[in-house]
Every structure is written in structure tokens, then in C-alpha cells.
């Protein structure tokens, strides 16, 4: 599996009779911004938890980094990052508290550690705010410091669930800015989202829609292939289409 | 080893900033000894009695006098009515009804056994036991000083003579049988279980609460560091806190320490890793701080009332002395007792021990096997 950040072949998870990733199949190239949508519910989640190694598949094949998620999955955690939707960072500890923690679990070096939390309360705009408790930062940086966390230990690839979400307008175009810099800088950049616009950030999209993968290609040749203005027009059709499907074909 | 050097850092930074927690781990075992020591008595004290004398004889005035002497027994009333006296044992007035029958002095003093009655309330059973044992030894110590002598009529044991053999007993080891010196070690035990069960796994159980677990479970971090992590914060507030208990026991409660100081904090170290893996096997069953306090709880109440602290193990019914075996609470509260008030060393305490250490291997190898990064 050379080449290949990461590689899924139908990959299947269920939870009793529900199947929430349905035989899902795609491949992430190296240093892309790979972009995963879907409306609530439809599965974006139980994939990157999958692919994580949070969530065991029920079927298929997924290789992250070049290792298989059954039998490898410690190894490939030394090489991802994560960022979950649920804000995971301890709000009890400071800002500089947090990043020494998350360091010293990746066995980062004292020196490393330092420049790289000067990096992040750089990046971040943090400034004083280093030595408070991160129970009392604004959504914005907090989304921006768990970012920085995910990506404290140079992985390969870092997953990103919905971490945008609740964010306003200018908080986001920084975070984009910081998904841009890490992916200049190597890094294969996995994100979900409900944010269509952002879709157009990505060098590759899929559409998930009720557990399946029914669209993959840049924006410009799914707007092509749709023939739409915008992502979120062929958003609405593969919805709509969804709709069509289950009133008529069944 | 790095890792887990900075999972402690976290840890003991959580504990420290912990303004609602930290006051109540270091206070409790100073409470729990206080209150506990004190409330949790067997000892009886002034239980008021209706004297129902129907002699009016110097012999019989004299046995109450005894009673009252004693310093356990209050006498509330003297009458000749049998059925005042009841009125006023149904009204939970009184606890006890001693009767002496008419010529009683008459036999007596002519060396014929004569009878008296005891009526006792025995809804609490545990003191009825005690009143009627207390009873015996003031009339034993009646019949001493005379020729006749008394047998003392109860429902369950009729007829009990007093005269022919005289019992002196001498009670060993705790020879004022001290009910602070038999409580005091035990409840040093509940305080190093509660802090084992509870504070380890509910520590966890909050982690996935918040879902910062599954920030540490995509980290490669290893399950063992992890539950060594968890494990040896609270095994370190665990053992000063026995510290402080029995600092507290000695200088305190003047408990004599016959055993080894060092003994008892080996095995209690055993112990603490014995209990917190059992709260760290109830963290990788539930998924939040109510499913696991509740089942923490179950488990305590059940331990605790059977392990030997409120009640004696000896006077359990033989199914339940066979369950105790597995409570692993019942040997350490044992264990206290005898390294404490009986100055036992390791030879006498070797098997159990061997045993908690077993039990402590099992649990932690099942929390470990248990705690899984990836659900399935």
C-alpha cells in the first residue's frame, strides 16, 4: 500500500441492525485535504472513529499509514492525530499544562516540547492566556488549541471531526489557515464537516449519505459531474436524490 | 516509565486543583474515626429497669442496689403491679423488669435457691444479649456473698444456676473489652476501601464521561501505563490517609500497636491495589459516574456488613461465614485486629495475606484485561 495515507475497501460497521458505514470505499493520497461530508447521522463519525482505532469494523479492509487497522492499530496511533467533536482537552489544566501532557504521552523531548508550545501560543494567539485554565477560553481558541494538540507530535495524518462546528465566521477562516499550514507542512489532512462552503477548501471530497459514500472528486469536478454552482447544490440533489430513492424504489 | 511519570503529573495537578475533593480526602479519616469510634458502641449504659419486688425484704433491696451500683442499670420505678411494668416496657420506657418473687429472703437466708425473673426487651438483640450477660454477672456476684443463691429465670435459658460454679472470666487482649480498641482498626479499614473502590475507577468513569479517554485511547499509550496511571495517586492519598488514622488510633484512641507498624502498612499497600482494582473493573463495566457509584456502593454496604466490623463473623450462619471468605474486607479488618490488639507478626498473618495478594493479582490482571482502547 504505497503512497496511500489511507485506504479503506468496504469497510462496514454496525450496530446491531443499523449499518452506520456501509461498505465504504475510498483512498487519501499523501498531503491532501481530504474533505468528508454528510448530514447528521450519516456516518462520518463511526468512520473516523473506525480509522482511529476507536471503533472496531464489523467487515472490510481500512489501512491507515500503511498499516491494517485489525492487527496494527498501536502502531498507526504513533503516526495520527485526532481531534474529536466532543472538546477533549482537560479543562481543569492550563493551556501550557495540557500541551506538556499530550507532549509527554508522545514522548516528545523536553527542548521539542518547549518550542513547540511557543509555537502553539504563537499560532493560537494564546499570549497570557498560556497559564490559564482552558475551562475558561473562548470556543474559538479552544477549537484551535485542541487542533494544535492533535498535530503536537508531527503525524502523518490528523483526523478532524467537525472541528469547526459552533465556531464563528472569522475563527474559522484562522482554523482553515492553520489546516493549510499543517498540510504545507506534511501533514494528510482528514476533516468532516456540515459546513458546505469549507468544501471547497479541500482538494478532495466525498458525500456520505446514509452510511454510503455516494460522491468522491475534487469540488470543481463535482460541481461538473452534478452540474451545480456549488457544493451545497450537489449537496441537495444527492440528498434530494436519497429522498427519490426510498419513496419510489422500494 | 516517561509516560507515566507525566500521567502522575496530571493526576496529582487534578487532585491538588480539586477545591470540592481535596478538603473531604484528607478530613474523612478524621470524621470517620471520630464519629464512627464513638457512635458504633456495644457498651451498655444506663438501661433503666422496673423493679417489681414482691418480698419488701432486706435481701431484695439489696439486689436492686447491686443493679443500680453497677453503673449500666438505672432503676426508672419500683412497684409491686407486674402489669404497670409491662405498660411500661410496650411504651419503650424502660428495658428491663426484674422480679423478685415473695419469700425470697426466706430462702435464701435458709440456703435454699431461690428464683428471680428478667424480662428483657429484645428488639435490639445485640444489647438484649448484653443486659442479660451484665445481669449474670451482678447476680454471680450476689450469690458470692451468700450461702443460698439465686438462679435466674429467662425464656430462652431457664433456670440458669449461679451457685454451683463460679466463671471468673478474663478476657485477653483487650482485657477492659474496650469496644474503641476492636472498632478503631476496622473502621481503618472502611476508610483505606472507600478511598481504593471509589476514587481510582470513579477517576476513569469521569474521563469517559468528558471524553478525554478517547483523546488518551488514539495516543499509543500502553493499557498498563495507563492503569498505573490511575492506580498509584490514589494508592499514595490511600496510604497517608491511614497514616493519619492510625496516627490518630495511637495517640488518640491510646490503641496499643503490640504488632508492627510496618507490617500493617505492607499489607495495607496490598490491599489498596487489591480494592482500587476493583473499582477500576466497575469503570470498564459502566459509562457514567452514576451507573459506577452505584454498583461501588452495592458492593461496599454488602463488604462492609459482612466483614466482621458490626457484626461478629463467628455468629454469622455458616453459608454466610463461607461468603466471607472471598471479602476481602473481612481479612484485613482480621488482619488489623490481630497485628493490632494481638501483636501478631508475619508468620501468624502469612496466609492471608498470600491470599489478599492473590486476590489483587486476579483484579488487577481483569481491569487491565478489561480496559479496552478500542470498543467493540
Known sequence: MPDKAIIAENLTRKFGDFTAVDQVSFDVEKGEIFGFLGANGAGKTTAIRILTGLLAPTSGKAFVAGLNVYTEMEKIKKSIGYMSQKFSLYDDLTVRENIRFYGGIYGLPRSILKQKTDEIIEIVGLGDAVNKRVASLPLGWKQKLAFSVSILHNPDIVFLDEPTSGVDPITRRQFWEMIYEASENGITIFVTTHYLDEAEYCDRVSIMVDGRIDALDTPAGLKKTFNADSIEEVFIRLARKEVWDERYQS | ?376
Open chain 2, 1 to 376: 516509565m516517561q509516560t507515566i511519570r507525566f500521567l502522575l503529573y496530571k493526576e496529582f495537578l487534578q487532585i491538588f486543583r480539586n477545591r470540592v475533593m481535596l478538603p473531604i480526602l484528607f478530613i474523612m479519616p478524621v470524621v470517620q474515626l471520630l464519629v464512627l469510634s464513638f457512635a458504633a458502641t456495644y457498651e451498655l449504659k444506663e438501661v433503666h429497669f422496673v423493679l417489681v419486688d414482691l418480698d419488701h425484704s432486706p435481701s431484695s433491696r439489696d439486689l436492686s442496689a447491686k443493679f443500680q451500683a453497677s453503673g449500666y442499670f438505672a432503676l426508672a420505678d419500683a412497684t409491686s403491679n407486674i402489669e404497670e411494668a409491662i405498660t411500661m416496657m410496650d411504651r419503650g420506657e424502660i428495658r428491663m423488669i426484674l422480679t423478685i418473687p415473695q419469700n425470697f429472703h426466706r430462702d435464701i437466708t435458709i440456703g435454699r435457691p431461690a428464683p428471680v425473673q428478667l424480662m428483657i426487651d429484645a428488639v435490639d438483640g445485640v444489647s438484649a444479649g448484653l443486659i442479660q450477660s451484665y445481669s449474670g454477672a451482678i447476680i454471680r456476684d450476689f450469690n458470692s456473698d451468700r450461702k443460698g443463691g439465686i438462679f435466674l429465670q429467662t425464656i430462652s435459658q431457664p433456670n440458669q444456676q449461679y451457685q454451683s460454679i463460679n466463671v471468673i472470666p478474663v478476657y485477653w487482649y483487650n482485657p477492659d473489652l474496650n469496644y474503641i480498641n476492636f472498632m478503631v482498626p476496622g473502621i481503618l479499614v472502611v476508610l483505606v476501601t472507600m478511598i481504593g473502590v471509589f476514587l481510582s475507577g470513579m477517576n476513569i468513569v469521569r474521563e469517559k464521561e468528558i471524553g478525554t479517554i478517547e483523546q488518551l485511547n488514539v495516543t499509543p499509550i500502553r493499557k498498563y501505563q495507563f492503569i498505573t496511571g490511575k492506580l498509584i495517586p490514589f494508592w499514595i492519598i490511600g496510604m497517608v490517609d491511614l497514616l493519619i488514622g492510625l496516627a490518630l488510633a495511637r495517640y488518640g484512641f491510646n490503641i496499643p500497636f503490640l504488632g508492627s507498624l510496618w507490617l500493617i502498612l505492607a499489607v495495607a499497600g496490598i490491599y489498596l491495589v487489591l480494592v482500587q482494582s476493583v473499582g477500576l473493573l466497575i469503570s470498564t463495566i459502566t459509562s457514567t459516574q452514576q451507573q459506577a457509584m452505584f454498583i461501588a456502593w452495592f458492593m461496599m454496604v454488602i463488604f462492609i456488613l459482612m466483614g466482621g466490623l458490626f457484626t461478629p463473623i463467628e455468629s454469622m450462619p455458616v453459608w454466610a461465614q463461607n461468603l466471607t471468605l472471598a471479602n476481602p474486607v473481612a481479612w484485613f479488618i482480621k488482619i488489623m485486629r490481630m497485628v493490632l490488639l494481638k501483636g501478631a507478626g508475619w508468620y501468624e498473618i502469612k496466609w492471608m495475606v498470600l491470599l489478599l495478594t492473590g486476590m489483587a493479582a486476579f483484579f488487577i490482571a481483569a481491569s487491565i484485561n478489561r480496559y479496552n482502547k478500542t470498543s467493540s
